[in-house]
């Protein structure tokens, strides 16, 4: 349910435009808020707890800095104060409490290394914390961001998937414009062009990563591959195939509906795009996107998020 300004807001744009009745209607069952954010103001760290892109979080005793596996600092992206949100616009987000996430390398630009935490508990507890003494940040050549503090402001889309967007961009462009591709959101819309993310995020956090770029293979075109890999003489990459693969998809096949069900269940946490100001640029001016199973989210549980990134 749309809230008064966003719904006055929809109303005057369908009046703008010419739309059969049907179209319409359409458009207002499906419309939704998403809460976008936009940059202020270099930060200055003059208040502890604010929402900001990049640069240090204000973190309480219970959350150290993230490093990965070689020991390099993770880069930290965003905090995000959702109390200074003017509304959830999910009833499964927490109204109060910070998000933190934080970005391990970038390659490749699926089911990349991350961490997001959550911490709801005394602020006067947080503290602006610097990286880890004596360690490198991840990509620290390409990663020398600008911090900056940011504030939020509801706005209308559609859902990314679905014939609706493909008809708006033939025949109504600058409706599309107004209500798809928004990126710097808390929940919003992953970027379509990407392909079906939210079922690679869900491939990869069930077990069925070998899937992400076979789920759509029969059986027989998987041996065949793992053939072929043989006689190249990459005896691994077709075990891989026969042994992980192929009982993955067997798997897949015989409970697909239950599969991509639950696959419906990924949304956008977070997403950020390449912000000049700040100095981000994912690959060829893309987007970097957290998503999050939202049954993951009605428990607080932040240890099974996927990120991706999207970019042509």
């Given at each position: 349910m749309l809230q008064p300004p966003l719904r006055d807001e929809l109303t005057r744009i369908l009046e703008e435009h010419s739309l059969d009745e049907e179209l319409k209607k359409e458009i207002d069952q499906e419309a939704q808020a998403v809460i976008q954010f936009h940059l202020e103001h270099e930060e200055n760290y003059e208040r502890v707890g604010n929402s900001r892109i990049a640069g240090y979080p204000d973190l309480p005793p219970s959350i150290e800095w993230p490093c990965d596996s070689d020991g390099e600092y993770y880069t930290f992206i965003a905090q995000i104060n959702l109390g200074e949100m003017p509304f959830s616009p999910y009833e499964g987000l927490p109204h109060q409490g910070i998000l933190y996430f934080f970005l391990g390398l970038d390659e490749p630009a699926y089911d990349i290394d991350h961490k997001v935490f959550y911490y709801n508990g005394d602020s006067s507890a947080l503290k602006k914390t610097?990286?880890?003494?004596?360690?490198?940040?991840?990509?620290?050549?390409?990663?020398?961001?600008?911090?900056?503090?940011?504030?939020?402001?509801?706005?209308?889309?559609?859902?990314?998937?679905?014939?609706?967007?493909?008809?708006?961009?033939?025949?109504?462009?600058?409706?599309?414009?107004?209500?798809?591709?928004?990126?710097?959101?808390?929940?919003?819309?992953?970027?379509?062009?990407?392909?079906?993310?939210?079922?690679?995020?869900?491939?990869?956090?069930?077990?069925?990563?070998?899937?992400?770029?076979?789920?759509?293979?029969?059986?027989?075109?998987?041996?065949?591959?793992?053939?072929?890999?043989?006689?190249?003489?990459?005896?691994?990459?077709?075990?891989?195939?026969?042994?992980?693969?192929?009982?993955?998809?067997?798997?897949?096949?015989?409970?697909?509906?239950?599969?991509?069900?639950?696959?419906?269940?990924?949304?956008?946490?977070?997403?950020?795009?390449?912000?000049?100001?700040?100095?981000?640029?994912?690959?060829?001016?893309?987007?970097?996107?957290?998503?999050?199973?939202?049954?993951?989210?009605?428990?607080?549980?932040?240890?099974?998020?996927?990120?991706?990134?999207?970019?042509?």
């Open positions: 610097l990286p880890p003494t004596g360690k490198v940040e991840v990509c620290a050549e390409n990663r020398g961001f600008t911090s900056y503090a940011i504030s939020f402001q509801p706005i209308l889309t559609l859902p990314s998937e679905g014939e609706l967007g493909d008809i708006l961009l033939d025949e109504h462009e600058e409706l599309y414009e107004l209500l798809y591709e928004h990126s710097d959101t808390v929940w919003g819309q992953h970027q379509s062009f990407a392909g079906n993310t939210r079922r690679d995020a869900y491939l990869c956090q069930n077990g069925l990563k070998g899937l992400l770029f076979n789920s759509h293979k029969s059986e027989d075109q998987i041996l065949k591959e793992a053939e072929q890999a043989t006689h190249r003489g990459s005896t691994e990459y077709a075990e891989h195939l026969r042994s992980e693969v192929l009982p993955q998809l067997q798997e897949y096949q015989a409970n697909r509906e239950k599969h991509d069900l639950a696959s419906e269940n990924w949304h956008v946490l977070l997403s950020v795009s390449s912000l000049d100001e700040v100095g981000m640029c994912w690959w060829d001016a893309g987007y970097l996107e957290f998503f999050i199973d939202q049954r993951d989210l009605q428990n607080l549980d932040f240890t099974r998020t996927y990120v991706n990134l999207a970019t042509s």
